[in-house]
């Protein structure tokens, strides 16, 4: 069996005191393993992006333990939350979040320089991750030059060149069309496989399901369910 990358225990999220409260998560426990791709799967308000936030040390939860790669976030200050999630954390969004007025490259090469990684290595790094994700030709290119789908690579391009132990992607294919939602999910997918880490989707796009090793349902702050797949043969039954 893989190392598990991120270990969430009995994990619970309370926003509000009084009349204000809410419990955007209760009790919520999963496993994300190198070399495999999870799909959360759930309706707007379910508690998705919370679980997502506290998984990628961007929130600190109410209760419960998150562990990444072993090492337990509870009681973990903002800036040692920064710290692990710099580590170990590559996102990737809906929104792409890439800079105007940066070419593709230099969008990619802002996250070794936040890191204090420049020079020819850190150039070598980005047009490698670059090439693996189909846009070598593409390099000098700014976001208003380049399509949906070649943007959101440049998004996952920017999350993987770090070399993160897990990536986490909210609603990665829902700004694009079938071909390339199925593009990116394929691209997902490879790096999770090839290059050996934990991949978690947020998404309410069941076409994409072909691709999961897991998926997870979540309702109401609670995991209600969760089915483990075999991306290979689901792909297979798709294409045949």
Known sequence: MTEPIIEAANVSKIFGTGPARVQALKDVSLTLRSGKLTILMGPSGSGKTTLLSILGCMLAPTGGTVRICGTSIAGAH????AKIRRQHIGFVFQSYHLFS??????????ALDVRGEQGHKAIAKTEEVLASVGLTSKMASFPRQLSGGEQQRVAIARA?????????????????DSANGQATMAILSKIAKERD???????????????ADKILYIEDGSLTREELTDPKSTKAQQQS
Do not use: K
Not at 78 to 81: A, K, V
Not at 197 to 211: I, K, S, Y
């Open 78 to 81: 903002p800036e040692e939350l």
């Open 101 to 110: 007025t940066l070419t593709a490259a230099e969008n990619v090469q802002l």
């Open 160 to 176: 993987i060149v770090a070399e993160p132990s897990a990536i986490l992607a909210d609603e990665p294919t829902a700004a694009l």
């Open 197 to 211: 880490r934990a991949v978690l989707v947020v998404t309410h796009d069941p076409r994409v399901f072909g691709f």
